[in-house]
C-alpha cells in the first residue's frame, strides 16, 4: 500500500508500506521532486542495462529524505510548514517514508533501525530548524496503529 500524506494540496510524505508490491517498476513521486523514489519488482534474469548518469544541473531548495524502517516501530508525527501538528502514524520494520515538505518528529516506540539518505551536502545547523514537538494528549493517528 501506498499512503500520501498532504495538507492544502501539498504532499507532505509518502509512505510505501511493507506490503506493498506491484509487477515492474513504479515511480510515486512526481517528476519534479528533487528525490525520487522508485519501486521495482524483476523476476530472476531481468537485465538493467549498464549506465552512466549524465551531468544535470539542478536545483534544491528544500532537503527531502527518505527513511527505510530495518527493524522496529515508531511514531512518526506531521507538521505544516508553519509547525502546525497534522497527524500521526506509526512505521513497522519494512516500511519506506519519504518526507518531502512540511515538519515531521519521530518518537520510537520499540529499539529501532533506520536508513536515512537525504541531498547533500549537509549544512549543518542552517540545514534544519528545530521546533517543540506535539503535547501527547494531542497525538491523532492515521489509520490503524499496526
Request: glycine share 8%.
Amino acid at each position: 500500500m501506498i499512503e500520501r500524506i498532504e495538507h492544502d494540496g501539498v504532499e507532505l510524505a509518502l509512505i510505501l508500506r511493507t506490503s506493498f508490491r506491484c509487477d515492474g517498476i513504479e515511480f510515486p513521486t512526481p517528476d519534479s521532486h528533487t528525490l525520487q523514489l522508485g519501486y521495482m519488482n524483476r523476476p530472476a534474469g531481468y537485465v538493467i542495462p549498464p549506465h552512466v548518469h549524465n551531468p544535470v544541473p539542478r536545483e534544491v531548495r528544500y532537503t527531502k529524505e527518505v527513511l527505510f524502517i530495518r527493524s522496529g516501530r515508531l511514531r512518526v508525527d506531521f507538521y505544516d510548514e508553519q509547525r502546525n501538528y497534522l497527524e500521526s502514524t506509526v512505521l513497522s520494520a519494512g516500511d519506506v517514508v519519504l518526507l518531502a515538505f512540511g515538519g515531521h518528529g519521530f518518537e520510537m516506540l520499540e529499539s529501532t533501525e533506520i536508513v536515512e539518505v537525504k541531498q547533500g551536502p549537509y549544512v549543518g545547523d542552517a540545514d534544519k530548524t528545530r521546533f517543540e514537538p506535539v503535547a501527547p494528549e494531542r497525538i491523532r493517528m492515521r489509520g490503524s496503529s499496526r
